[in-house]
């Protein structure tokens, strides 16, 4: 099992830079492929990034170019780098443990609590 704690959120201003940061507990971390979501007000959980045990990472196209997920596998740690971010990305951003199958990123039902992120205009 492993237990996702996020950090790093806050207020940033448009065009501003925030990097997220999840603390997983666990001994077997590397053996999962991590994930970042998002939940907008009123609207339903949404992928954000995905990155491998070994480091390959796949995108949402709204935050291709702008957002880095890597992760540190010695400090049990993924993060997510976003820049250039928008009032429309204000949201609590999740962090998830789960797996590749087919080439897509799946959930396990490992989440954190959520971090907020609001994005002034």
């Known amino acids: 099992q492993v237990q996702p704690v996020e950090s790093g959120g806050g207020l940033v201003q448009a065009g501003g830079s925030l990097r997220l940061s999840c603390a997983a507990s666990g001994r077997t971390f590397s053996s999962y492929a991590m994930g970042w979501f998002r939940q907008r007000p009123g609207k339903e959980r949404e992928f954000v990034a995905a990155i491998s045990g070994s480091g390959s990472t796949n995108y949402a196209n709204s935050v291709k170019g702008r957002f880095t997920i890597s992760r540190d596998n010695a400090k049990n740690t993924v993060y997510l780098q976003m820049n250039s971010l928008k009032p429309e990305e204000t949201a609590v951003y999740y962090c998830?443990?789960?797996?590749?199958?087919?080439?897509?990123?799946?959930?396990?039902?490992?989440w954190g609590q959520g971090t907020q992120v609001t994005v002034s205009s």
């Open positions: 998830n443990a789960g797996h590749y199958y087919g080439g897509y990123y799946r959930e396990y039902n490992y």
